[in-house]
């Protein structure tokens, strides 16, 4: 098991044997029989392996390293099949809150339209020689003017906003 493993690991840090044996001031033919299983490191040795393949000790001397690394890929495979989920689900709310805000905007804003048609722009009837009345007056005409000219823009892009947030199936 720890001769699997030592060269398992070794593959896949990408070292040949002579690179490994050069970190451990081992010359190369000891690399290849702890390898071959022909004989084992001694416990500093080990040590020294485990830091020059940047690996602990336990895996070095436990399971297979290709059984842990299909395991880490199935783990990180379940981790990110959840992370899209709730990607998706948080994409999913966030289209559902813009739609329905910009279906709130065209009802305010037929709305509004509605109330200034009921009104008949109720300052012209006004007496403008009071100040404060004056004041009201031009800042509601103000208002109308201004609103009258951009709440068509408003409602058609929310009309388009509506549209393109609809649910595709």
Not at 65 to 87: F, H, M, P, R
Request: hydrophobic fraction near 50%; proline fraction near 3%; include cysteine.
């Amino acid at each position: 098991m720890l001769n699997e493993n030592i060269k398992a690991i070794r593959k896949s840090k990408g070292l040949s044997q002579q690179e490994l044996a050069v970190k451990l001031n081992v010359v190369r033919q000891t690399v290849s029989k702890w390898e071959q299983g022909l004989s084992v490191p001694d416990s500093d040795m080990l040590i020294s392996i485990s830091e020059a393949l940047e690996t602990p000790v336990s895996t070095l001397l436990g399971e297979t390293v290709i059984e842990t690394e299909v395991d880490n890929i199935k783990a990180i495979s379940e981790k990110l099949e959840e992370i899209n989920w709730q990607l998706a689900q948080r994409k999913n709310t966030r289209r559902k809150i813009i739609r329905w805000l910009l279906i709130s905007l065209c009802a305010i804003t037929v709305m509004f339209f509605a109330a200034l048609v009921i009104l008949k722009s109720p300052y012209l009837g006004w007496d403008y020689s009071d100040p404060e009345t004056a004041v009201l007056g031009v800042a509601f005409h103000s208002f109308e003017w201004l609103f009258v000219r951009v709440a068509p823009i408003i409602f058609i892009i929310a009309i388009i906003g509506i549209f393109l947030t609809r649910k595709k199936e």
